[in-house]
């Protein structure tokens, strides 16, 4: 079977630059290609619970080859599975001897069982394709203060929509609370070399986000695409989904010196 090509189907906007990301969105549509095949996946929204299962699944370790080398181990095949059972809803491209007139298929235990985990693990990394910097308008080659100035974050989504997350300055407690809970370190005992294994939590990143956010651009709420309105900021950050919470999170945390591992 031919490798799926990573792609995520969503309506092209006239003018990408100024499409509106709407922060409460109830389904999420990933596409993937096999050859000439179209996998279609429609995911339902996912809750913190779902999102924190998933985070506790990931394999992250580093184990201590020698003095001088360490050898990092990442893989998150496992809790993408784990997710894509939790939230896929209809699948369309596959046969399944279930499908409706516009070919589309409810998702059983039985068929989830026989999708295989390529597709599971690539359509979850689809549609949470994001990436997070923190951007400086005026680089006059002087570091700034925490405080001196807002910290502005650009988060690109599927590579159409650009969203900024501002930040105020983070409280002395925040900051502590942050970088003590964000990963949770341990050694693997038993082991032949020396093996630790790193665990993200969630809350300690999304606790820090609602803390400190000030407001967002590029993003909407409600069938009206309503932009962001400070009088509804509780919303709008409620909104937020918890991984993109972290993305943000963790390149504010680089920027500042502390590095973060996921």
Known sequence: MSTPEMQIDKPEASDPASALYRLDYETNEAELRAGKKRLLHIFRRPSFDDLHARSQKVINEEINQSATETEPIYDDTAANCFLYDRLIARVKGYRTG??????????????????????????????????????????????????????KIELEIAGQYKTIHYFQQPTEAQWQQLKRKQVQTRQLRGAKKQTFR??????????????????????????????????????????????????????FAEYWGARLRD
């Not at 235990?109 to 951007?135: G, M, N």
């Not at 651009?217 to 309105?229: I, K, Q």
């Open 198 to 251: 790193y665990a993200v939590q969630l809350a300690p990143a999304r606790d820090f986000y609602d803390g400190c956010l000030i407001r967002l651009e590029g993003v909407s709420l409600g069938e009206n695409e309503a932009p962001f309105d400070s009088s509804r900021r509780a919303e709008f950050v409620n909104a937020v989904d918890a991984i993109h919470k972290m993305l943000i999170v963790a390149a």
């Open 98 to 151: 279930a499908e409706d007139v516009g070919g589309w298929s409810d998702v059983t235990p039985e068929t989830c069982e026989r999708i295989p985990d390529e597709h599971k693990r690539q359509a979850i990394s689809a549609i949470y394709q994001a990436q997070a910097k923190v951007l400086e308008d005026d680089d006059d080659g002087l570091f700034p203060l925490v405080g001196a100035i807002e910290t």
